[in-house]
């Protein structure tokens, strides 16, 4: 991306913080506190046990591949969407929607002509899966999220024909899976969020959708919709302590957000994923206010 800059200190001193501001300030120290409680309440992660679903066919260029789709009440549920409504979504942005899905280690079987073959576990939650069932643009917006998220995971291109098994709902035998033992909190959705005494612009850049959420007490991640870009040229970035800009080529985008933790600018990075377009950054916290 850019190199990561200290804004000028003035940017960061005498800050009048607006209500949103203020909002978004009190949920995430709520937030953290819940996090920090579970990490020493709770396990890390939880062990579950998919059951079946169905099972694809497609190829690498290493051979053949099988895809269990299973499914498990341990799972989170995807937000509770009307097709219509989940389509108009995908149109307006793509990455505004996620299928929480358990993602399994590869296991090494044998298919029905006795060929050795590579298969993987994929698991989303019950309820979700028998919604599924009776729709085939749910089933077939699973299996591309799915092989997308085994193609980013494992460094693993797919050939994009697949095709359903008949009367085989799983290949092999579908092993427990550990999954985070509860959700990573999510703050708040920061769009329309801007610095106190910055007018909204009515015409110029596109301010993009900010999603932020502590994955750790010491670690803040932000993800920056930029769907209109297909890689990370022309993009700038700077990090102040508490406070993020981004600029986006010929004036596409333009962010500049207050965050009301203290973050180590000279340890956070920055990547964008092509895929989804978006631009990703982990910032690790000096320390939390008190």
Not at 134 to 163: C, H, M, Q
């Amino acid at each position: 991306v850019a190199d990561l800059k200290l804004l000028v200190p003035e940017l960061n001193e005498a800050e009048t913080m607006s209500a949103e501001t203020a909002r978004f300030e009190e949920l995430l120290l709520q937030a953290s506190k819940e996090l920090q409680q579970a990490q020493t309440s709770r396990p890390e992660s939880t062990q579950i046990q998919p059951q079946p679903g169905f099972c694809i066919k497609t190829n690498s260029s290493e051979g053949k591949v099988f895809i269990n789709i299973c499914h498990s009440p341990s799972i989170p549920p995807p937000a509770d969407l009307t097709e219509d409504e989940l389509l108009q979504m995908l149109e307006e942005d793509q990455a505004g929607f996620r299928i929480p899905m358990s993602l399994g280690e590869p296991h090494a079987e044998m298919d029905a002509k006795g060929q050795g073959c590579t298969a993987y576990d994929v698991a989303v939650n019950s309820d979700f899966y028998r919604r599924m069932q009776n729709s085939d643009f749910l089933r077939e917006l699973v299996i591309t999220i799915a092989r997308e998220g085994l193609e980013d995971k494992y460094s693993l291109p797919l050939n994009p024909e697949w095709r359903i098994l008949k009367n085989r709902p799983f290949l092999g035998s579908i092993s427990q899976q550990n999954i985070r033992s509860q959700q990573r909190p999510r703050i708040q959705e920061l769009g329309n969020l801007y610095m106190p005494d910055s007018p909204r612009p009515e015409k110029g850049p596109e301010k993009p959708h900010l999603n932020l959420w502590l994955e750790a007490p010491d670690l803040l991640l932000a993800e920056i919709d930029l769907p209109k870009l297909e890689g990370a040229l022309g993009l700038s970035l700077e990090i102040g302590e508490n406070r993020l800009v981004m600029g986006g080529p010929q004036q596409l985008y333009h962010l500049d957000a207050y965050i009301p933790l203290r973050i180590s600018c000279d340890e956070s990075k920055a990547a964008f994923h092509q895929k989804r377009k978006q631009l990703m950054v982990a910032m690790p916290l000096l320390s939390m206010p008190s």
